[in-house]
T-cell receptor, first 112, second 110 residues
Framework: DADVTQTPRNRITKTGKRIMLECSQT?????MYWYRQDPGLGLQLIYY???????NKGEISDGYSVSRQAQAKFSLSLESAIPNQTALYFC???????????FGPGTRLLVL | QKEVEQDPGPLSVPEGAIVSLNCTYS??????FMWYRQYSRKGPELLMY????GNKEDGRFTAQVDKSSKYISLFIRDSQPSDSATYLC??????????FGTGTKLQVIP
């Protein structure tokens, strides 16, 4: 079984809808991240959490919110989806001083 | 200026060629340098990790860091079609979020 799982894997939604992307991990890591990936822009950090009580904004947090329900679960919400949030979203965990990242399989989101 | 800059490519080479992938970074406090490989429709996976300056070799892959010039390199010897992927470099200070380059897409042609 995968150590970092994301649901759903694909999602099509309409402008203005609220959606939630979920991430679960069995690696036992405290640190978790949400990134989005767009062609030519690489991985951009949306939010990150170093433990259950710690939530931090990343480079592009506007329009997004997160919830860290437990050490193993970190959810990303789009309160009112817009077309330019169409992207590939990755959840990751990390360990060590070097912050080695372990990524989930990604969620492809299309906002019409 | 982004903290980590990477040529996005794409880079196309014949099978067996030596590939050189490069990044530059601006934060002199960065101590940890990593390369991730991302196949199409997959999440990135750690390929190589280097602490501070120097070289690290793993099979056909060599990671090199030159802190004096803030330059990060990944060399692939005897490149194979299975090496076709996007390669992302990252840098960080330790126990803090890392910064990713934009990724270089590599195609190795049989």
């Amino acid at each position: 079984d995968a150590d970092v799982t994301q649901t759903p894997r694909n999602r099509i939604t309409k402008t203005g809808k609220r959606i939630m992307l979920e991430c679960s991990q069995t690696k036992g890591h405290d640190r978790m991240y949400w990134y989005r990936q767009d062609p030519g822009l690489g991985l951009q950090l949306i939010y990150y959490s170093f433990d259950v009580k710690d939530i931090n904004k990343g480079e592009i947090s506007d329009g997004y919110s997160v919830s860290r329900q437990a050490q193993a679960k970190f959810s990303l919400s789009l309160e009112s989806a817009i077309p330019n949030q169409t992207a590939l979203y990755f959840c990751a965990t990390s360990e060590g001083a070097q912050e080695t990242q372990y990524f989930g399989p990604g969620t492809r989101l299309l906002v019409l | 200026q982004k903290e980590v800059e990477q040529d996005p490519g794409p880079l196309s080479v014949p099978e067996g060629a030596i590939v050189s992938l490069n990044c530059t970074y601006s934060n002199s406090a960065f101590q940890y340098f990593m390369w991730y490989r991302q196949y199409s429709r997959k999440g990135p996976e750690l390929l190589m990790y280097t602490y501070s300056s120097g070289n690290k070799e793993d099979g056909r892959f060599t990671a090199q860091v030159d802190k004096s010039s803030k330059y990060i390199s990944l060399f692939i010897r005897d490149s194979q079609p299975s090496d076709s992927a996007t390669y992302l470099c990252t840098s960080g200070r330790g126990y803090q979020k890392v910064t990713f380059g934009t990724g270089t897409k590599l195609q190795v042609i049989p």
